[in-house]
C-alpha cells in the first residue's frame, strides 16, 4: 500500500515549475496532479491510454472531440485514448487529480 499527503503532491509540483507531476507509476496505472493557471494554454495531446480527471479546485471548460462540459470542484470527467480534448476558458486555477490506465505512455501510439 502506498499512501500520498495531497498538499505534499502539490508542493512538489509546485516547486517543479511544471503543470504536471506524476506521483504514481505502475503497469496498470500511473497519477498525477495536473495545474493550469488563469488564462493559461493547455497544450495536452491525445494520450494512447484512457484518462480520467477529478478536478479538485477550480473552474473552466473542457472540450474532448465535440463535446463542451464546464467544470468545477468535484466533477469527473473520463477520456477515452486518441480523443483529441483539452480544457479552455480557465476562469479559476484548476487543479486536478489525473488517473491514465494503463499507465500513460505504456501503449503504442
Known amino acids: ?20 507531476h506524476e506521483f504514481l ?13 488563469v488564462g493559461q494554454d493547455d497544450r495536452q495531446r491525445p494520450h494512447t491510454e484512457d484518462e480520467t480527471y477529478y478536478i479538485v479546485s477550480g473552474r473552466a471548460l473542457f ?27 480557465i476562469r479559476e486555477d484548476l487543479t486536478a487529480l489525473v488517473f491514465f490506465a494503463p499507465a500513460e505512455g505504456s501503449r503504442e501510439s
Open 25 to 37: 507509476r505502475v503497469p496498470s496505472l500511473s497519477m498525477g496532479i495536473y495545474h493550469l493557471k
Open 63 to 89: 472540450r474532448a472531440a465535440d463535446q463542451v462540459q464546464a467544470v468545477a470542484a468535484g466533477t469527473v470527467l473520463f477520456v477515452e485514448r486518441h480523443a483529441e480534448h483539452r480544457f479552455f476558458d
Open 1 to 20: 500500500m502506498q499512501a500520498f499527503d495531497f498538499a505534499g503532491l502539490t508542493a512538489a509540483r509546485e516547486k517543479s515549475g511544471q503543470p504536471w
